[in-house]
């Protein structure tokens, strides 16, 4: 898929979404899967332009891409905004978990659910970009 390159603003993520359910339809992705996809990919894209550019009082892109092989789509997001690895955030804990909404710690969550999501996450900080690389195997290796 060509890849796109959008403001890092709210108002893209609708963009954003359209992006991914033309990529996990295109890669023939089960529901379930398309769904872990775009809610990882939008809470990543969320993060990035609310964390790495937004609180920061910065501006930027966020490029994102569709890299599909026979075995699997795997969406990659990039962007210059303040360096942030999400596998470092914390994943609540089962206890928390349990809680009602009101009463959770908050953060991580978010992360939490990426990580459940996709079927692996990788993150990378090289030359003054982020790279969050997410991938979802087809569901024709997924089955075999």
């Known amino acids: 898929m060509k890849p796109i390159c959008l403001p890092a603003t709210l108002d893209s993520l609708d963009e ?11 890669a ?21 332009i ?35 690895d999400p596998r470092s955030q914390a994943a609540p804990d089962e206890d928390d978990l349990c809680l009602p909404l009101e009463e959770r ?3 991580g969550l978010g992360i939490f659910l ?3 999501g996709v079927d692996d996450f990788s993150y990378e ?5 982020n790279r969050n690389i997410l991938v979802a195997k087809r569901q024709s290796v997924a089955n075999s």
Request: charged letters at 20%; proline letters at 1%; aromatic letters at 6%.
């Open 16 to 26: 954003i979404g359209k992006y991914v359910v033309a990529a996990t339809t295109e």
């Open 28 to 48: 023939g992705l089960d529901t379930k899967a398309a769904y872990g996809m775009r809610l990882a990919v939008d809470e990543i894209a969320t993060n990035i």
């Open 50 to 84: 609310t964390h790495g550019y937004e609180e920061a009082g910065r501006s930027g892109e966020i490029n994102l891409s569709g890299v599909l092989s026979d075995s699997s789509l795997t969406m990659v997001l990039e962007d210059t905004g303040i360096p942030f």
């Open 105 to 107: 710690s908050i953060g």
């Open 114 to 116: 990426v990580l459940k």
């Open 125 to 129: 900080y090289a030359e003054g970009r």
